[in-house]
C-alpha cells in the first residue's frame, strides 16, 4: 500500500524506527552520533547573520542543538501527524512548565485538571500565581461540561489523561471541539499513552508534552522531556524555549532516540504484564479498587476504549481497609519491584500514593499503591505482590 505521495503506507513501528534518521544527520551510519559543541563556526560574517533568520535545526549555537538532538525531535514529531515540530527539555516538568510559559500571559485563566501530575500543580499554584495568571482545577471526567467552566479570561486548558496516580481518562474531543471554538488553547501531559498508544495533534491538541524520561528513554538512566506543537503554537514555542534558554545535551538526546526505536514493543510487554497482572488484582479480596483504564470498573474506560490505541505499564489499586502501617508492609518487603519515583524503564516500581486534589475530594475504601510493570515475567510480579497482600492483610488485623 502507498499514500499520496507515493511513499509505501507506515505504520507506527515502522515509523518509530524511519522517523528522525536524515542522511545528513547519520551519515553513513544507522544513528546520529553524538555532535558536542557549543560554538559554530562560520565562514563569514554574511553567513552568520543569514543563519540567524531561522536556526531551526541548522548550526547556530550550541543552544540550539546539533544533529543528535535535532534527530529525537524530528522523530518525535513523525509521530504525530500534522505537528509542526518539537522541542527538547531537561525534564519532563522542564516541558510542562515552558509550554505553559509560551501560551499563558498575566491576567489570564488556566484550567487545570485535577488529576494532574503534583510538579504541575506546584508550577501553576506558585510561579504562575505570582506571575498574575489564575489556576482553576477541574473534575477530570467533566468532558464537554467544562464549556460551564470558561471565563472571558480562560486563556488555555491543560489535560492528562489518565491522571496521574488515580487514572482518569477524559473525553479529550469534546473538551479540544470547545476550545477550538472559543479560541483556547489545549495542552496535553500524554506521557502514559505516547503517540503510539493516542496521537495527541490529530485529536486536536495545541501542545503535547512527553515526560520522555518515561517510556521514550525506557532505561530509568535520563532525564528527559519534549513539547510537540502545532503549526499555530509552533513560533510561541521556540521563543519561550529559546528565550527560557532551553537546552538538552547530545549525550540525553542519544539516549532518548536509541530508547525511542525499541519503544512499540516495549510497550506491548508493559500492556500485557500490567494487564495480567491487573486482572490478578481484581480477583484479590484485599483489593477494593483496580484503577486501570483498560478495565471496565476504571472511571472514563468507555472513553479510553474510544479514543486510545492500547494501554501502558502504570496503573494503580485502592486497598481494602488497612492503615499506612498495613500499606507499607505490603511495599516494603517486595522483592521485585523497586521503591522509586519516576516509571517507564524496564523494571517494576511501587509507591504509596496519596493524590492531591482540589476539585473534586478523593474518596476511596482504603490507600493507594502505584504500580510500574516492567518487563519481568509476569507470574514472577504476581507471585511477589501475592506475599505483599498476605503481609497487607495481617498487618491489617
Ligand atoms: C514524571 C512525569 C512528569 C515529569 O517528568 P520528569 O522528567 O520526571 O520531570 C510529567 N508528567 C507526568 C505524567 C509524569 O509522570
Known amino acids: 500500500m502507498s499514500d499520496d505521495s507515493g511513499r509505501i503506507k507506515r505504520g507506527n513501528s515502522t ?11 547519520t551519515g553513513a551510519l544507522v544513528n546520529p552520533p553524538v555532535w558536542r559543541g557549543s560554538t559554530v563556526l562560520y565562514d563569514s560574517v554574511a553567513e552568520m547573520r543569514e543563519r540567524q533568520r531561522d536556526t531551526h535545526h541548522r ?44 501560551v499563558l500571559n498575566p491576567g489570564d485563566e488556566l484550567l487545570m485538571v485535577d ?39 480562560t486563556r488555555a486548558i ?36 505516547t503517540s503510539l498508544f493516542f496521537p495527541a495533534i490529530p485529536n486536536g491538541i495545541d501542545l503535547t508534552i512527553l515526560a520522555c524520561t518515561k517510556y521514550i528513554v525506557g532505561h530509568s538512566d535520563v532525564m528527559l522531556g519534549s513539547v510537540t506543537a502545532n503549526d499555530a503554537h509552533w513560533d510561541a514555542l521556540r521563543r519561550a524555549t529559546y528565550a527560557l534558554g532551553q537546552h538538552v545535551s547530545p549525550d540525553d538526546a542519544w539516549l532518548g532516540s536509541r530508547g525511542l526505536r525499541t519503544l512499540s514493543v516495549r510497550l506491548k510487554q508493559h500492556e500485557a504484564n500490567a494487564l495480567a497482572i491487573a486482572r490478578w488484582l481484581e480477583t484479590r479480596p484485599e483489593v477494593a479498587r483496580v484503577l486501570h483504564p483498560a478495565l471496565e470498573s ?28 498495613a500499606r507499607t508492609a505490603l511495599i516494603d518487603g517486595l ?47 504476581i507471585a511477589d505482590l501475592a506475599a505483599g497482600l498476605d503481609r497487607f492483610a495481617e498487618a491489617r488485623g
Open 15 to 25: 515509523r518509530i524506527v524511519h522517523a528522525g534518521r536524515r542522511k545528513e544527520w
Open 59 to 102: 548550526f547556530y549555537y550550541g543552544r540550539r542543538g546539533t544533529p543528535t538532538q535535532w534527530s529525537l525531535a524530528d522523530a518525535l514529531t513523525e509521530m504525530e501527524p500534522g505537528a509542526a515540530g518539537t522541542l527538547l527539555y531537561p525534564s519532563g516538568v522542564a516541558a510542562v512548565t515552558t509550554a505553559l510559559m509560551a
Open 115 to 153: 488529576s494532574a501530575y503534583e510538579p504541575t500543580r506546584a508550577f501553576c499554584d506558585g510561579i504562575l500565581k505570582r506571575y498574575g495568571i489564575t489556576t482553576r482545577y477541574y473534575d477530570p471526567l467533566i468532558g464537554a461540561g467544562i464549556a460551564d467552566m470558561l471565563s472571558d479570561r
Open 158 to 193: 491543560f489535560l492528562e489523561s489518565p491522571g496521574s496516580l488515580t487514572f482518569e481518562v477524559q473525553d479529550i474531543p469534546a473538551i479540544t471541539a470547545i476550545a477550538r471554538e472559543r479560541g483556547i488553547v489545549t495542552l496535553l501531559d500524554n506521557t502514559w499513552a
Open 298 to 325: 476504571c472511571p472514563g474506560h468507555d472513553l479510553w476504549k474510544r479514543d486510545f490505541a492500547g494501554s501502558s505499564g502504570l496503573f494503580a489499586f485502592v486497598l481494602n481497609g488497612g492503615d499506612d502501617a
Open 335 to 381: 522483592e521485585l519491584f523497586g521503591i522509586g519515583f519516576s516509571w517507564g524503564g524496564y523494571e517494576s516500581l511501587v509507591i504509596p500514593a496519596d493524590p492531591p486534589r482540589s476539585a473534586v475530594k478523593w474518596v476511596a475504601e482504603g490507600s493507594l499503591v502505584r504500580l510500574q510493570i516492567g518487563l519481568e515475567d509476569a507470574e514472577d510480579l
